[in-house]
């Protein structure tokens, strides 16, 4: 018959994969960053009871810390633009008002 052991340590092997992909698509795209960070996360919490829990735990730690790194980063873009446009709203109301 088939001897084989089967091998349960995908979801640790796939989280620590999905988290260094997620860390490289980060200065990108934020957002996708952030899905990606996610979707490894979720492996790492299922790859927990496989063969190798090392990997899951690392691939966790890595996921979660690109998940806050993915969030400040969004959070800095937003600043920004609303920065812009509180600047615009500023230079148009003062042009109007010195218009009146």
Excluded: H
């Amino acid at each position: 018959m088939n001897d084989l052991k089967e091998n349960k340590s995908g979801g640790g092997i796939a989280s620590l994969a999905i988290g260094l992909l997620g860390s490289t698509t980060l200065s990108a795209n934020p957002i996708l960053g952030t899905l990606i960070a996610i979707v490894g996360l979720i492996f790492g919490i299922k790859g927990r009871k496989g063969d190798r829990p090392g990997l899951s735990v690392a691939g966790i730690i890595l996921c979660i810390i690109l998940l806050f790194a993915s969030a400040r980063r969004v959070l800095s873009i937003w600043r920004v633009e609303l920065y812009f446009v509180y600047t615009y709203f500023l230079i148009i109301f003062t042009i109007f008002s010195q218009i009146s």
